[in-house]
């Protein structure tokens, strides 16, 4: 199929890239087009096989419509704008062009929004429209292309609850909280919560491009929704850490505003139709989906996860990465990085390097060991010596569409304990994201 992938860069959009092209060794069946004001920007950000384009191609078998301004922002003018140019406006701009007019199935994503709050009502896809802005801006997207006269004649929907997986932006910043042991139940911690396991949902998006019967309107959501203090609970044994007190819902509302409305508003939503025409979810219950979603770390650890496809052979690839004179390369040339001496003439299991590089001006010596070794698939450096307590980095290569899926998995934790992480985590936070980010650049450049 010719899929038009709006939304793809976000991280919804790359995982369903992913579960799309997700073939071991040969490229996959499926063309896909992932719609970017910026294609020069994200072409080496991408993790599965894609042609990054500023409008779709001439033919088009499926639109999945995902883009949206992210809701959970203070809700100003200028967002309210935003929320609707990225809905509303990206469906009548879509909709003018024959290539998805032609498609075969127009697929929506939607948020369980419409519903507004509700307390302890159970909500159905039959469930009338809640009050407030959220429901009309949800209710206004929705009919933007469910009265549309020109896009395909099956239209698939999708209202999404909050999305956990993997680097999930709501876990990210959850997990944070929590292990510095400031984080607990919201307002008094009674409403309930609506989820979805990123895998579960990119199934259902699947599903509803090949299969026909699919059409209209569903709840994408686990069919056993939570209390917010059992997800405050379930979340804090998953981290292993304890929670603290609950966050008033005043200070909630001064802190967001409208938006505040999200965290301590009830929607006890159920996934009917899905129900009924037999999907099956992988993650039903929360607390398989939070031990999924986190890598086993203490809770004065934290983690770095990226990921990157290239084109190219497996072997090729790993000999670039097995090379430890390429780290120079690879690494931004403010860090003054060098490799000084290595204790085998080639990398293997056991071998130890040496490096000197600059942080912030500073001169720091470094010395690692390769603590694992299996070519072409994976290895890992751990920090015998360095400005980190613990520095575990875990690299693996998949062959995925013709080419190969890079991850890059790095535990890492600071000196010093809670001082340490007070003072200094934001900033090598943010300096560690730079370091791959610049990677990404210089290898995507690589293989090209």
């Not at 500023?54 to 639109?63: G, I, S, T």
């Not at 209710?139 to 469910?146: H, P, V």
């Not at 409305?261 to 929360?286: H, M, N, T, W």
Request: with cysteine.
């Amino acid at each position: 199929m010719k899929i038009l992938i709006t939304g793809g860069t976000g991280y919804v959009g790359q995982y369903l890239g992913r579960a799309l092209t997700n073939k071991a060794g040969k490229a996959s069946s499926h063309e896909i087009y992932v719609l970017t004001r910026s294609p020069e920007k994200n072409k080496h950000s991408m993790t599965f096989p894609c042609q990054l384009v500023k409008e779709p191609p001439a033919e088009l078998d499926a639109v999945v419509h995902l883009a949206g301004e992210p809701i959970a922002q203070r809700w100003t003018e200028k967002a309210k704008k935003r929320f609707f140019d990225s809905r509303i406006g990206m469906t009548k701009k879509l909709e003018n062009f024959q290539s998805v007019q032609n498609a075969k199935v127009w697929i929506s994503a939607s948020a369980i929004g419409f519903y507004g709050m509700r307390g302890e009502e159970e909500l159905t896809e039959s469930s009338a429209i809640g009050k407030g802005y959220l429901p009309e801006l949800t209710r206004d997207w929705e009919e933007s292309w469910i009265n549309s006269k020109l896009l395909p004649k099956r239209r698939v929907g999708f209202r999404i609850g909050l999305v956990l997986g993997t680097d999930s932006a709501a876990l990210k910043t959850m997990q944070g909280i929590f292990q510095e042991g400031l984080g607990g139940a919201l307002g008094n911690g009674k409403q309930w919560m609506s989820w979805i396991h990123v895998e579960d949902l990119v199934s259902m998006i699947m599903n509803s491009l090949e299969n026909t019967e699919m059409d209209g309107l569903y709840n994408a959501v686990s069919p056993y929704p939570v209390r917010n203090n059992e997800f405050t609970k379930l979340l804090c044994k998953t981290l292993k850490v304890r929670p603290f007190l609950n966050v008033p819902s005043f200070s909630l509302k001064l802190l967001y505003g409208k938006m505040s409305q999200l965290l301590i508003g009830s929607q006890k939503v159920l996934p009917k139709k899905l129900s009924e025409e037999g999907f099956r979810f992988r993650f039903e219950k929360l607390e398989q989906a939070l031990e999924n979603s986190f890598f086993d770390i203490k809770p004065s650890q934290r983690f770095y996860f990226t990921q990157q496809w290239i084109s190219g052979d497996k072997s090729k690839i790993f000999d670039f990465f097995q090379d430890e004179k390429n780290l120079e390369t690879i690494t931004p040339p403010l860090l003054n990085f060098k490799v000084l001496k290595k204790s085998t003439d080639v990398l293997e299991q056991g071998t130890h390097i040496d490096y000197k590089l600059k942080i912030k001006g500073v001169p720091v010596k470094w010395k690692t060991e390769i603590k694992t070794w299996n070519p072409p698939e994976s290895f890992s450096d751990f920090q015998l010596k360095g400005p980190y307590k613990l520095w575990d980095h875990t690299h693996e290569f998949n062959d995925h569409s013709g080419g190969v899926l890079c991850t890059d998995i790095v535990r890492y934790e600071l000196p010093l304990g809670k001082l340490g992480r007070l003072v200094a985590l934001s900033m090598v936070s943010k300096d560690v994201k730079s370091i791959f980010e610049y990677r990404r650049k210089v290898i995507g450049e690589k293989f090209l």
